[in-house]
């Protein structure tokens, strides 16, 4: 087995149609590629996974399903359970419950982002075919990690809801069909860069110090970013992951392939920059946060004050709109409403511009619960869109901490888990910046990895496991300039453009020309209103509290609050007129009741107009006595306002006064009919919102029974199969067999039974004892009857009425599970092996009786030396009877065998021990024995062997035996 960690771990998404992409992907898995793959999928929690076999097909490496604790083994694969969401640990995987808190369970998304925090570079993932955005998020975990990641191409794809989710980031490696990304994965998880220590990328950053440099050279004379101040060790994994994908050698030869390509920049770009973030990252963090300086902050700010929050490195956006979000929520406890931005930058364009839209997928439903979904979020379609109120705080901006200046008089600074990619001189820099930014007692927010390193005397710690800090003292000494911040150098070109001369203040001539325009004004111009449209005074020019009074209570700046009734109607008339015409409109000889006299007023009203003599919006209004008259206006208009023109102007008032409350009476109803509107529209939205989460969980639940039947489909295919091979197998074997039931009623037969049983095809599904059988007598009842009481098998011969011989076994028919279904009872034709065996028997009493019959004493001795028959005549000369002879061996001391001179025969030489010894036949050989009597007799004996028929040993002899005179 290989070492713990000396293989790759490949996470495989797939959802709806992915069982053909799976079978494709696992069909083209080479025996020797040295991964592990787990498989997740959306499951019904209601019926049994089948993948396990379907799998098991396709691939020669073992398919398991994950159990918890499970270690991970090279050339294996793990499914996930069913209602079980997949973690991986160490290189174990462990299952934990699915939580339906949420309207959606992502389990793809769960376990890639285990993945790519336990594998880090060495974690590989793949999205599959499947309908939504599930593996999204997950992906980002992975490439962010510096690991591979993998999609299927739309085309081969059944659905390509969650790869086209997956490819939108543009974070995936390779867009492919199934088939073509197991190739590909072969070639590149290959390549010797790929897998190597922390330790040999300081010494490739030492021996290629120079190349590398090139390489970044290139990148910010493209792409404008200097990535310099990023630790080596991060630059040379990303490079290398670069050259491994590229299929290149060398660094060198990476770095000439960068000058020829301005793509391949920009992807080494993307990958440097690690925009790795989600909602809510690590929630607990964030609820401290809550607690501890948000808290603080609003409960310190006075009204007057505009709270101001950096949120650095804020990639695409997710973390600068949770801040938001914690600040609205914390509002909402305390009851008060303040000013709050967030100033959320990022160095990559491309990021700021996406977080700016505030368009998420509906994966992000792992990271925000279900209140905040409702509350700061619209759903459409399968995307999530940050609500107006949220969107309002954030500001985003392109700004690069290394080069461009800090912000200032900031409240708080997150940024979370960028400090740990740069050199340590460098993050000290950057930690010098954010100092400068924080206002005292203001506080700052690090990822947990990360530390203020020198500054720690500067700052006080809230929490040590968040590292949430509070600025305690400011330095009198720190300038913006000490922070990426270049020295400005004077442009001397725009001062020669603009010489100083212009700009330089002659105090004594625009006095005098004030002085003029003074005198003009008050001698030759008449008492004179500015006004705009809304008849709101701007400016007066001369006394004119003549004509004007302040009204008591609440001061209006409305013209016609001023002037007195005589002439009110006059001014409200002629500014309509004049908006209306665009000329100069005058009234003359308007009566002015001041006491017990009556004054004489022209009123003239002039637009004024701008540069190019278009309207500016604002009036004229010019009042003048008879008796101050100094010019005559243009367009005059005489006209005289007597009582009954007044009492009228009135009546029109009084009646305008009448149709603006019922107008104001109107429109309230229309208020009040548009709140009861609103608040069934919110009824609706609501309605909306719960039918949207039901359709999610329909499609959630589709998907599911969709992964179900692809399976079920897949393993009716097979059952058809075997179907097919069974009833070929049934309908073409020489044996007859019968299937019963319980209730002994006939479920399946194959022709041959026809010869002992006469079954049709209609007498399927009838009771086997309805039918007629070509067998005698109710033997075949009871034994059925007893096999399926006892379970004990019943073997025996039987003849039809034919006379044709068959060999019969009832068996009880038994499921997988060992569970008695029934009775099976087979058939097999021993016909020809009967006459067979008659046939021997009849040669074989032929024999017996030629040899009984014969007049010379015959004997057959066996391979032991035991005699294994005799005849009569033999009996008669040993002078015994049979049954004593064949209990006797040749060698057995009851003979009594002497040679011609009475000595004993050594058993070495009797005739059998030399036909056992030789392979020959003996002939003539004399012996003596002893006959029970006492009488001694002479024997002639002559004997052959006997040979096996299947292996030409011997087996016995054969003796012919002749009592000498």
Known sequence: MEAKGSFRIVGIGASAGGLEALEEFFRAVPDDLQLAFVVVQHLSPDYKSLMVELLSKYTSMEVKRAEDGMEVEVSHVYLIPPRKNLKIY???????????????????????????????????????????????????????????????????????????????????????????????????????????????????????????????????????????????????????????????????????????????????????????????RDTEAFDRLKETAVQDLLKEKQDSQQLRLWCMACSTGEEAYSLAILFYEKMQELDIDYDVKIFATDIDRESIEYAGLGVYPESIVTDVNQERLQKFFTKKDNTFHINPEIRRMVIFANHNVMQD???????????????????????????????????????????????????????AYIDTKWKIYQCKQKSQQSRVSDYFVPPLQPNKKKRERFPEKIYTRKSGNDDILESAYDFLVHEYVPPTLLIDRNLSL????????????????????????????????????????????????????LSLQDGQSIRYIDLSVRPVLDRRNNPAGYFLVMLEDHAGRTFKPEGQEKTTFDDQQNKMIADLEQELQFTKENLQATI??????????QATNEELIASNEELQSTNEELQSVNEELYTVNAEYQNKIEELSEANNDVKNFLNNTDIGMVFLDKEFKIRKYTPAVTEVINIMEMDVGRPIEHITRNIAGQEFMDDVNRVLMSLVPVEKEIATKNGKWFLMKILPYRTVNNVVEGIVITFLDTD????????????????????????????????????????????????????????????????????????????????FSKIMQTHKPVYDYTHSIEKPDGSKINLRISGAPLFSETNGDVEGAVFSIQQEK
């Open 538 to 589: 701007i400016h007066v020019c001369r006394e004119a509290s003549d004509f004007m009074k302040i009204p008591t209570g609440k001061i209006s700046l409305n013209v016609l609050d001023m002037l007195p009734h005589g002439i009110k109607a006059a001014v409200s008339t002629a500014v309509h007129k004049a908006l209306k015409e665009d000329s100069p409109i005058t009234y003359r000889d």
């Open 90 to 280: 160490h290189g174990k995987l462990f299952l934990t419950e699915q939580d339906h808190s949420h309207s959606l369970n992502l389990p793809i998304d769960i376990f890639l982002r285990s993945l790519a925090e336990d594998q880090k570079e060495r974690s590989i993932g793949i999205i599959l075919s499947g309908t939504g955005s599930d593996g999204t998020l997950g992906i980002r975990a992975v490439k962010g990690a510096g690991g591979l990641v993998f999609a299927q191409d739309n085309i081969s794809a059944k659905f390509d809801g969650m790869p086209r989710s997956a490819s939108a980031t543009g974070m995936v490696d390779y867009v492919l069909p199934p088939k073509d990304i197991t190739h590909e994965l072969a070639r590149i998880i290959q390549h010797p860069l790929l897998d190597h220590s922390l330790e040999k990328d300081d010494e490739i950053a030492k021996q290629h110090s120079t190349v590398i440099a090139k390489i970044l050279s290139r990148i910010r004379d493209v792409v404008g970013v200097d990535f310099s101040a990023y630790k080596d060790s991060t630059v040379i994994r990303r490079i290398e992951r670069r050259i491994g994908i590229n299929q290149l050698d060398s660094t060198e030869e990476y770095a000439a392939y960068l000058e020829s390509s301005t793509k391949e920049v920009h992807v080494l770009y993307k990958d440097l920059l690690i925009g790795v973030t989600r909602f809510f």
């Open 832 to 911: 020809e092996k009967k006459r067979f065996e008659e046939k021997l028997e009849q040669e074989r009493d032929l024999l017996m009786r030629i040899l009984e019959n014969s007049p010379i004493a015959k004997t057959m001795v066996d391979q032991q030396g035991n005699i294994v028959f005799t005849n009569q005549k033999a009996a008669e000369v040993f002078g015994i009877d049979r049954d004593e002879i064949l209990q006797r061996g040749f060698s057995d001391r009851g003979w009594k065998i002497t040679d011609s001179e009475g000595y004993e025969i050594p058993v070495e030489e009797l005739p």
């Open 405 to 459: 200046p800090p912000f200032s008089a900031i409240d708080m600074v997150t940024c979370r888990n960028m400090l740990i990619y740069l050199k340590p001189e460098v993050q000290q820099r950057v930690l010098g910046a954010f100092h400068f930014s924080i206002k005292k007692t203001g506080y700052l927010f690090l990822g947990s990895s990360e530390t203020v390193g020198e500054l720690s005397g500067s700052f």
């Open 668 to 677: 309230e109803e229309l208020e009040t009919s548009n709140e009861e509107l």
